[in-house]
């Protein structure tokens, strides 16, 4: 059964970080791209970025409001995809869902990220 | 980027009608060396993370009820449930995942009437 499970969310001041986890079983991990999407109370869904697969070449890509201050990566050994947020903003307050697979076909349940003074 | 517009915004169906959600693509989703269209549709219920309903524009996941269908190709698709039941009650996104960066359309709302 594939599980994605996600941590680290919480409660940051603006221009703080936090580092989200998402703990991967289920599937063979190393083969899977991995990504992060996120949505803010109330809103829809933006996605955030995407890992390839290290026999892919391993290529991390962002979408531009987090280029720069978010960084994706993964410890195929641990099973694990992480993505590691600075310079945080009020606008970056949302749910982080990790997700699976170039057609992401399955998501976890989320971790929140608040982003308050 | 690619904007993904969905049409419409909400929708209120009567239980056992059918319901067709649009989406538009600014430029072409599909990939002419494997002639597919890069396009999935995700079913969200309130708490819940989104759910894969059709990829590949009109592929349906395993499990999903054949109630769903996905059609389209290069920048127009459709969602189409026939048959509305009470628990499609739902945001409905569809999503490109053919160039970076990745883009969602807005969601479309529906409803019982």
């Known amino acids: 059964e594939v599980q994605l499970v996600e941590s680290g969310g919480g409660l940051v001041k603006p221009g703080g970080s936090l580092r989200l986890s998402c703990a991967a079983s289920?599937?063979?991990?190393?083969?899977?791209?991995m990504s992060w999407v996120r949505q803010a109370p109330g809103k829809g869904l933006e996605w955030v970025g995407r890992?390839?697969?290290?026999?892919?070449?391993?290529?991390?890509d962002c979408a531009a409001p987090v280029k720069g201050r978010f960084t994706i990566s993964r410890d195929d050994s641990k099973n694990t995809l992480y993505l590691q947020l600075n310079s945080l903003k009020t606008e970056d307050t949302a749910v982080y869902y990790c997700?699976?697979?170039?057609?992401?076909?399955?998501w976890g349940q989320g971790t929140l990220v608040t982003v308050s003074s | 980027d690619i904007v993904m517009t969905q049409s419409p915004d909400s929708q209120a169906v009567s239980l056992g009608e059918r319901a067709t959600i649009n989406c538009k693509s600014s430029?072409?989703?599909?990939?002419?060396?494997?002639?597919?269209?890069?396009l999935t549709w995700y079913q969200q219920k309130p708490g819940q993370p989104p759910k894969l309903l059709i990829y590949?524009?009109?592929t349906r996941e395993s499990g999903v009820p054949d109630r769903f269908s996905g059609s389209g190709s290069g920048t127009d698709f459709t969602l189409t449930i026939t048959s509305l039941q009470a628990e499609d009650v739902a945001v409905y996104y569809c999503?490109?995942?053919?160039?970076?960066?990745?883009?969602f359309g807005q969601g479309t709302k529906l409803e019982i009437k």
């Open positions: 997700t699976k697979g170039l057609i992401q076909d399955f």
């Open positions: 289920g599937f063979t991990f190393s083969n899977a791209y």
């Open positions: 890992i390839k697969s290290k026999t892919d070449g391993g290529a991390t």
């Open positions: 430029q072409s989703v599909l990939y002419s060396s494997n002639n597919r269209n890069y």
């Open positions: 590949w524009a009109s």
């Open positions: 999503h490109q995942y053919y160039s970076s960066p990745y883009t």
